[in-house]
């Protein structure tokens, strides 16, 4: 069978599970370069039965709702292929913004540190830890999570790309304060969905609840580190997390609630949605 015959048969099965069908040139795209091959080049070729099968497996997976990084084993983040699945988060553009934003400030803040410190809770993938230890090499990068799992796919991660990071397990800052570790950034992409809100199929059937549900408001994650900012991240250090588009005016008052002191800024995504909050310590 030809690979344009192939792709024709995948587009149906996919406009069938209303599924855009763009996702069978995307999918046989990533399994080609994986291969060295072009797709464009090879439309008019015979598609051989390993590829075939492998192939048709991931679009039968794609069609019961499962996410196009889960059956493709991989996300691209910030310039890098991330390993990806069931265990983790797939990382979102949106992440890639707040990544920018710390290098910015990172720029800004200590142009004249050999070196700094730097904390990812809740770190998933490993994705925004290795992204700005690998941008940014003077940082000493600590990276947590409270699921074995992710920490497993993390350490892949940071194997993977050659990134040098201390990882741990455990209940968000609480192996920071038994080891007395201090920090100068303290970043967080927390779990930020109420547990009531309705999601899309492909995130609520099999993406972990985990790093989904912040509890009923979504914000539980958020308090617990804000009551815990001034025993972790020293002064003249900063904080910066991912939000909710619609949890910028909460998260601020109890941003300055907690830490009176402190300067609190929130910052918007590519759409102009609120995205990022960002706490610099003792700025006032």
Known sequence: MKLRALLKIAQEKLVASDLPESYAKLMANELLLREGRNLYLEMENEADETFIGLYHEKIDRLCTQEPFGYVLGTQYFYGRDFIVDERVLI??????????NLL???????????SFILADIGTGSGCLAISLKLEEPRLQVYAGDISPLAIEVAKENAEKLGADIEFFCGDLLEPLKEKNIRLDVLVCNPPYIPQDELLEESVKGFEPHVALFGGEDGLLFYKRIFEDADKIV?????????????QGEILTRLAKEALPDDEVVIRQDMHGKDRMLMIYRNAK
Do not use: C, K, S
Request: overall charge negative; hydrophobic content about 30%.
């Open 234 to 246: 020293n002064p003249g250090g900063m904080l910066g997390f991912e939000i909710g588009w619609n």
């Open 104 to 114: 910015a400030d990172f720029d800004e803040r200590y142009a004249d540190r050999e």
């Open 91 to 100: 990382p979102r553009p949106e992440t890639e913004e707040l990544v920018a």
